[in-house]
């Protein structure tokens, strides 16, 4: 696709949008804004940055580049780790992160009105002080909601709760052209036409540049107990993890990580939550599951049926989680593992695909064997509720070459055994340009020639998000 560059006089008129401080050109670009959180997926210099503070300016400046032919790229916080909010073929980046209002939270109808630059954790601590809560836990806090509804982001909760597609009721965007459109109902049952809202939910910011959000909520956690299964096998770890997941208990979370991962995490950061070894026997995996309910004495009943299934299981041990300091240390941990493989090296590969939870083991396994065989360091933790599964790939002692060109035969077989499996090659991420090359296999020509037609149908010029998804 061929696009225009941006001229003196474009440049002028975002100015007289946006406000010539919020637009951003030349050396005042910082590098930040070449790339998202996973460098590796591409970096690119865009030809201005503006920083869009109302869905008016949104709205103009679509019109504009559309008329101009300039791509546009939208950002939010930039923690994306598919490289879907880099602007890979020049043009604008329209960034959100200041479009960052809480408009407004109906407590009675359970929903909250924001604008797409509002962060999880903004909007956490917001609900808190009002006794509610909105469930998606992606691991990123500073993300924002915008960039969550962008990917369909995920989490520990999506096993209970669903992810992002599932928490939103409706959502104001504007389309390339410029025009405004509300999609979505706020109302729980809501059969009206196509449910074209969805559509825009994981699209990644090609379709249309998402404004406002309503948002489903729920009352705040009254009483929380977890508890820390290790097992001597990952193999018991997954099987143990299924049986939770049907026991009728209704855990929150189903988390997973092997010994590897334990013995690295524990080392990266000191702490040593998730246990190694129990009794003086090797812990092979741990599995973290969480409650949620009423009352402590809701949560008794739990873990009195945990206490029985644990004889069906047999874990080494059950480390009962029901002091808030120590449950905080646990979260904290979890959501510093992906931290932990940054701190170790900085030339890695990470996939995030999903399997049906009953094949779990079978995947893990040829990721297993595929690791070794070509040299690389694999660390694996996930969600096993749902099957998705975090593979980390390192090797500090190759060349950029050779590193570049193990990983890839590792993807490679990775992508096809989610595939033959009948899994997601992206379950939380996106595409964006990192798994552009799986998603065709994944879909087949079919489904990928209407995902085209339907971006057509949505931004004939093209100028939205280009080089992301397909």
């Given at each position: 696709?061929?696009?225009?560059?941006?001229?003196?006089?474009?440049?002028?008129?975002?100015?007289?949008?946006?406000?010539?401080?919020?637009?951003?050109?030349?050396?005042?670009?910082?590098?930040?804004?070449?790339?998202?959180?996973?460098?590796?997926?591409?970096?690119?210099?865009?030809?201005?940055?503006?920083?869009?503070?109302?869905?008016?300016?949104?709205?103009?400046?679509?019109?504009?580049?559309?008329?101009?032919?300039?791509?546009?790229?939208?950002?939010?916080?930039?923690?994306?780790?598919?490289?879907?909010?880099?602007?890979?073929?020049?043009?604008?980046?329209?960034?959100?992160?200041?479009?960052?209002?809480?408009?407004?939270?109906?407590?009675?109808?359970?929903?909250?009105?924001?604008?797409?630059?509002?962060t999880l954790m903004e909007?956490?601590?917001?609900?808190?002080?009002?006794?509610?809560?909105?469930?998606?836990?992606?691991?990123?806090?500073?993300?924002?909601?915008?960039?969550?509804?962008?990917?369909?982001?995920?989490?520990?909760?999506?096993?209970?709760?669903g992810s992002t597609r599932?928490?939103?009721?409706?959502?104001?965007?504007?389309?390339?052209?410029?025009?405004?459109?509300?999609?979505?109902?706020?109302?729980?049952?809501?059969?009206?036409?196509?449910?074209?809202?969805?559509?825009?939910?994981?699209?990644?910011?090609?379709?249309?540049?998402?404004?406002?959000?309503?948002?489903?909520?729920?009352?705040?956690?009254?009483?929380?107990?977890?508890?820390?299964?290790?097992?001597?096998?990952?193999?018991?770890?997954?099987?143990?993890?299924?049986?939770?997941?049907?026991?009728?208990?209704?855990?929150?979370?189903?988390?997973?990580?092997?010994?590897?991962?334990?013995?690295?995490?524990?080392?990266?950061?000191?702490?040593?939550?998730?246990?190694?070894?129990?009794?003086?026997?090797?812990?092979?995996?741990v599995l973290y599951t969480?409650?949620?309910?009423?009352?402590?004495?809701?949560?008794?009943?739990?873990?009195?049926?945990?206490?029985?299934?644990?004889?069906?299981?047999?874990?080494?041990?059950?480390?009962?989680?029901?002091?808030?300091?120590?449950?905080?240390?646990?979260?904290?941990?979890?959501?510093?593992?992906?931290?932990?493989?940054?701190?170790?090296?900085?030339?890695?590969?990470?996939?995030?695909?999903?399997?049906?939870?009953?094949?779990?083991?079978?995947?893990?396994?040829?990721?297993?064997?595929?690791?070794?065989?070509?040299?690389?360091?694999?660390?694996?933790?996930?969600?096993?509720?749902?099957?998705?599964?975090?593979?980390?790939?390192?090797?500090?002692?190759?060349?950029?070459?050779?590193?570049?060109?193990?990983?890839?035969?590792?993807?490679?077989?990775?992508?096809?055994?989610?595939?033959?499996?009948?899994?997601?090659?992206?379950?939380?991420?996106?595409?964006?340009?990192?798994?552009?090359?799986?998603?065709?296999?994944?879909?087949?020509?079919?489904?990928?020639?209407?995902?085209?037609?339907?971006?057509?149908?949505?931004?004939?010029?093209?100028?939205?998000?280009?080089?992301?998804?397909?």
């Amino acid at each position: 696709m061929d696009y225009n560059k941006l001229t003196p006089e474009t440049l002028s008129e975002l100015s007289r949008i946006a406000g010539a401080e919020n637009v951003l050109s030349g050396q005042s670009i910082g590098a930040d804004m070449c790339h998202d959180e996973r460098p590796l997926y591409g970096t690119a210099v865009p030809e201005a940055v503006v920083y869009v503070q109302d869905e008016e300016q949104v709205s103009e400046l679509l019109r504009l580049c559309s008329a101009a032919r300039l791509p546009v790229t939208v950002r939010g916080a930039g923690t994306g780790l598919a490289g879907g909010a880099v602007a890979a073929e020049g043009g604008i980046v329209l960034c959100t992160a200041r479009m960052n209002r809480i408009i407004s939270c109906d407590e009675e109808e359970m929903s909250v009105l924001v604008q797409p630059g509002v962060t999880l954790m903004e909007l956490n601590e917001y609900l808190a002080e009002r006794g509610l809560r909105y469930t998606p836990d992606p691991g990123e806090k500073t993300a924002t909601i915008g960039g969550n509804a962008a990917t369909n982001a995920g989490g520990p909760n999506a096993f209970k709760y669903g992810s992002t597609r599932d928490n939103v009721l409706s959502v104001r965007a504007v389309l390339p052209s410029g025009e405004v459109v509300q999609l979505g109902c706020d109302v729980r049952k809501c059969n009206d036409g196509y449910n074209l809202m969805q559509l825009l939910l994981g699209s990644e910011g090609t379709l249309a540049v998402i404004t406002e959000l309503k948002l489903k909520l729920r009352p705040a956690v009254k009483a929380q107990m977890g508890f820390i299964l290790p097992f001597d096998s990952l193999e018991s770890c997954l099987s143990a993890a299924g049986r939770l997941a049907n026991s009728g208990l209704s855990p929150e979370t189903l988390e997973f990580m092997d010994d590897d991962m334990i013995a690295f995490s524990s080392s990266v950061s000191g702490s040593a939550v998730f246990p190694a070894e129990m009794g003086g026997e090797h812990v092979g995996a741990v599995l973290y599951t969480n409650f949620a309910g009423e009352s402590d004495e809701e949560l008794e009943a739990v873990m009195e049926k945990v206490a029985e299934l644990s004889e069906e299981l047999m874990p080494l041990d059950v480390l009962v989680v029901d002091d808030p300091t120590l449950r905080r240390n646990v979260e904290e941990a979890h959501e510093a593992l992906h931290m932990c493989v940054e701190t170790r090296t900085k030339r890695f590969d990470e996939s995030n695909a999903a399997v049906p939870p009953a094949k779990l083991a079978e995947y893990i396994g040829e990721l297993r064997a595929c690791a070794e065989e070509l040299g690389l360091t694999l660390h694996l933790f996930g969600h096993a509720g749902d099957g998705n599964v975090h593979a980390y790939v390192y090797n500090d002692e190759v060349s950029d070459e050779e590193f570049t060109s193990r990983t890839e035969a590792f993807m490679e077989r990775n992508y096809r055994k989610c595939i033959e499996l009948g899994g997601a090659v992206s379950a939380e991420h996106g595409i964006g340009r990192g798994k552009k090359r799986y998603l065709g296999e994944k879909v087949g020509d079919g489904c990928l020639a209407l995902m085209r037609s339907i971006k057509r149908a949505f931004d004939p010029e093209q100028i939205l998000n280009p080089g992301k998804i397909f």
